[in-house]
């Protein structure tokens, strides 16, 4: 699991810091990720805060904009896990 921001890496690293995370942060500046997988923008200026979940083989299994709740996120990677051989 990694997030993916293209703000300021300076922020990053406080964001993180504030909230624990147990993943890393990718700083994407570029917006080269988000394009990739045709997250949501404002006026192409600003990102539409959402979560995807990307199976091994890097495709796209679960999109939601906003923010799921946990139960929601954890119920989708157990299905993916379910439904992926090893």
Known sequence: MLG???GKMAGHQKFAEKNNFGFPLVYDDRWQIISEYGVPTFSGLMVS??????DKDMQLR???KGMPSTSELIAELEKINASTPL
């Open 4 to 6: 993916v921001n293209p």
């Open 62 to 64: 679960y999109f939601n």
């Open 49 to 54: 805060r959402c979560v995807l979940i990307l």
